[in-house]
């Protein structure tokens, strides 16, 4: 089955709708240098809104002291980190489940991610394959594409952040596992109004093909 991940929740709005569309985990931007960057007052405020999810700090350059008072403050289930994260701070915070961020260019081999994953796979619980910044969508054939991501997605648990459309979803059925789906939050159209018209339709469609269940 596929686990969905919601990255950049800023308001509640998002909150709600991604809660009750199933996904199990729910990140919040704690890097006070991001434009998406989140109080921990608001976290904890909506937070207390939505039941059964997960939640992850997504940090940038924070120190590894504010990571930790962040993660235990907040009861962080998850702490996501950038691609650029030094190393050896990554294995100061050994003991934590880590999300470890991995940005995916159009140059990028699966032969090199395969190096980045396997040298990552004993510090994090998990790595999130960043595809949005190149605005590259490996499940429609971009980059290196549907048999590129098969030489890659049993190494570790992977999830795909990607701008992925509703007509390459299909293309899901021609991995050889699953990856976790991310899916990214934004600012509300007015407060309390948003629409989540292509998400809907994409998570729509992998119930149908009962690829994802959202009580799982």
């Known amino acids: 089955m596929i686990v969905l991940k919601a990255s950049k929740i800023s308001h509640l709005t998002d909150a709600r709708y991604f809660s009750a569309r199933g996904a199990s985990v729910?990140?919040?931007?704690?890097?006070?240098?991001?434009?998406?960057?989140?109080?921990?007052?608001?976290?904890?405020a909506i937070s207390d809104w939505v039941d059964g999810v997960r939640l992850a700090g997504e940090f940038?350059?924070?120190?590894?002291e504010e990571i930790l008072h962040l993660s235990d403050s907040l009861k962080l289930d998850y702490i996501q980190l950038p691609h650029n994260y030094d190393r050896e701070k990554l294995m100061e915070?050994?003991?934590?489940?880590?999300?470890?961020?991995?940005?995916?260019?159009?140059?990028?081999?699966?032969?090199?991610?395969?190096h980045q994953i396997t040298d990552l796979a004993p510090l994090t619980r998990a790595v999130e394959l960043d595809?949005?910044?190149?605005?590259?969508?490996?499940?429609a054939?971009?980059?290196?594409?549907?048999?590129?991501?098969?030489?890659?997605?049993d190494l570790h648990h992977c999830f795909i952040?990607?701008?992925?459309?509703?007509?390459?979803?299909?293309?899901l059925s021609k991995l050889?596992?699953?990856?976790?789906?991310?899916f990214t939050g934004s600012h509300e159209e007015k407060v309390g109004f948003k629409s989540f018209e292509d998400i809907d339709t994409i998570i729509d469609y992998l119930e149908e093909q009962q690829w994802f269940?959202?009580?799982a």
């Open 213 to 215: 269940d959202p009580y």
């Open 26 to 44: 729910m990140g919040f931007d704690l890097d006070p240098g991001s434009p998406d960057f989140v109080k921990p007052e608001q976290v904890h």
């Open 141 to 153: 054939g971009e980059g290196f594409g549907i048999e590129g991501l098969n030489r890659i997605i």
């Open 60 to 64: 940038g350059q924070n120190s590894i």
């Open 176 to 182: 050889t596992s699953f990856p976790g789906l991310t």
């Open 93 to 114: 915070l050994s003991g934590k489940k880590i999300i470890q961020q991995v940005l995916v260019e159009n140059s990028t081999t699966p032969e090199e991610l395969t």
């Open 161 to 171: 952040k990607a701008p992925l459309t509703p007509d390459s979803m299909a293309n």
């Open 131 to 139: 595809f949005v910044t190149q605005n590259i969508n490996p499940l």
